[in-house]
């Protein structure tokens, strides 16, 4: 039977770990005497032994690494996970404000809504950026610091979709 050598490959030729045999190498490298079943429990052996050790020198290589401490440490981890429920949040607070600003309102996906769905976008981005109800006015064309329409919105419009001034936050 092929025992573990002190490297704990499998075979004779143990020298070469940088990179995995395939299995035609690895049963070229045992003793002749080996059946067939016993070459491929042997062959799963090495190949288990063989990632394992080749992740822990991934890991060794890299734990003190910024990248690796970020994406695999468990103080990062809670922190990446607290602030992406934070994310998630802010982003439904902005979905329920834009829909009570009006934004949804008879809003299609569909070429004749196109205008409406681009408003509807651009407040999502003020919002998100950390804008205001109040820099919200530019999408209806009207300067942000009066009542005056930038462009000929029909007065109606303008009185329709009268926009808080208290911000999100």
Same mark, same amino acid.
């Given at each position: 039977? !092929? !025992?573990?050598?002190?490297?704990?490959?499998?075979?004779?030729?143990?020298? *070469?770990?940088?990179?995995?045999?395939?299995?035609?190498?690895? !049963?070229?490298?045992?003793?002749?005497?080996?059946? @067939?079943? *016993?070459?491929?429990?042997?062959?799963?052996?090495?190949?288990?032994?063989?990632?394992?050790?080749?992740?822990?020198?991934?890991?060794?290589?890299?734990?003190? *690494? *910024?990248?690796?401490? @970020?994406?695999?440490?468990?103080?990062?981890? !809670?922190?990446?996970?607290?602030?992406?429920?934070?994310? &998630?949040? &802010?982003?439904?607070?902005?979905?329920?404000?834009?829909?009570?600003?009006?934004?949804?309102?008879? $809003? /299609?996906?569909?070429? @004749?809504?196109?205008?409406?769905?681009?408003?509807? $976008?651009?407040?999502?981005?003020?919002?998100? @950026?950390? /804008?205001? =109800?109040?820099?919200?006015?530019?999408?209806?064309?009207?300067?942000?610091?009066?009542?005056?329409? $930038?462009?000929?919105?029909?007065?109606?419009?303008?009185?329709?979709?009268?926009?808080?001034? =208290?911000?999100?936050?």
């Amino acid at each position: 039977a !092929v !025992v573990s050598t002190q490297s704990g490959h499998y075979g004779r030729d143990s020298n *070469e770990d940088n990179f995995m045999k395939r299995f035609k190498q690895f !049963v070229m490298s045992l003793k002749d005497d080996v059946d @067939e079943h *016993e070459a491929v429990d042997n062959y799963k052996k090495y190949k288990t032994k063989y990632k394992k050790n080749s992740i822990t020198k991934f890991y060794k290589a890299h734990q003190n *690494e *910024e990248w690796f401490r @970020e994406k695999f440490h468990p103080d990062y981890l !809670v922190r990446k996970k607290k602030d992406l429920k934070q994310c &998630k949040i &802010k982003r439904l607070e902005i979905y329920k404000r834009i829909q009570e600003l009006g934004y949804l309102d008879d $809003l /299609g996906v569909c070429h @004749e809504d196109q205008d409406k769905l681009m408003k509807a $976008l651009d407040a999502a981005v003020i919002l998100m @950026e950390g /804008g205001s =109800a109040h820099d919200l006015t530019i999408l209806d064309g009207r300067d942000r610091n009066s009542d005056k329409p $930038l462009v000929a919105i029909p007065v109606a419009k303008l009185k329709k979709k009268k926009v808080p001034t =208290a911000t999100l936050r």
